[in-house]
Antibody, heavy 119, light 110 residues
Framework: QVQLVQSGTEVKQPGASVKLSCKTS????????VHWLRQAPGQGLEWMGW????????AYSQTFQGRVTFVRDASATTVYMEVSSLTSEDTAVYYC????????????WGQGTLVSVSS | QSVLTQPPSASGTPGQRVTISCSGG????????VNWYQQVPGTAPKLLIY???QRPSGVPDRFSGSRSGTSASLAINGLQSEDEADYYC???????????FGGGTKLTVL
């Protein structure tokens, strides 16, 4: 069955960076893109960008451009996201989601990773 | 502030029909498909409707979607207690080159 399993909770200080992972299984990795989204406490969903797992091409929301990097390891069917220069406003649950190419539909989601930024 | 506009709350009693709206513009809902997600607090969102009115396998046919112009709607027939959750719409925006989400609607089953 299709699964996206994310890494565990992170606690970071302001100014630090964090790297999250999203291990996929149960489907052909390169046939789908992976998007990253986040949800601040009590807030709605916010799109961060995507990575095309076949060739590694990426696209980022203007909100995060220059501060977020997506990479993939096709041999490990895993996608990674690094966020730099963290502030308290980055405290949120971060989700990876599988995306059929050519759509913005998210048909399978990871369980989410809580990132808490506090001094 | 979300570019797609949803009512913050909706409610209904068991068995009722409830609709949730999602309003946008020509560059998003008006020209690209809308998706709907259900999120029970503390869990990841789940896809309910894609491409305006398509239901993934496993989603009960009580859930339906529609689009007209620059607005979309999610309808839930025969409301059940387990439908109590937050509901989000999303769509691609061709001008912003971004995925937009509505602010979410909290559905309460009275």
């Amino acid at each position: 069955q299709v699964q996206l399993v994310q890494s565990g909770t992170e606690v970071k200080q302001p100014g630090a960076s964090v790297k999250l992972s999203c291990k996929t299984s149960g489907y052909t990795f390169t046939n789908y893109a992976v998007h990253w989204l986040r949800q601040a406490p009590g807030q709605g969903l916010e799109w961060m960008g995507w990575i095309i797992t076949g060739d590694g091409n990426t696209a980022y929301s203007q909100t995060f451009q220059g501060r977020v990097t997506f990479v993939r390891d096709a041999s490990a069917t895993t996608v990674y996201m690094e966020v730099s220069s963290l502030t308290s406003e980055d405290t949120a649950v971060y989700y990876c989601a599988r995306n059929p190419l050519g759509t913005v539909t998210y048909d399978y989601w990871g369980q989410g990773t809580l990132v808490s930024v506090s001094s | 502030q979300s570019v797609l506009t949803q009512p913050p709350s909706a409610s209904g009693t068991p068995g009722q029909r409830v609709t949730i709206s999602c309003s946008g513009g020509n560059s998003n809902i008006g020209s690209h498909g809308v998706n709907w997600y259900q999120q029970v607090p503390g869990t990841a969102p789940k896809l309910l409707i894609y491409a305006n009115d398509q239901r993934p396998s496993g989603v009960p046919d009580r859930f339906s979607g529609s689009r007209s112009g620059t607005s979309a709607s999610l309808a839930i027939n025969g409301l059940q207690s387990e439908d109590e959750a937050d509901y989000y719409c999303d769509a691609w925006d061709g001008s912003l080159h971004a995925v937009l989400f509505g602010g979410g609607t909290k559905l309460t089953v009275l």
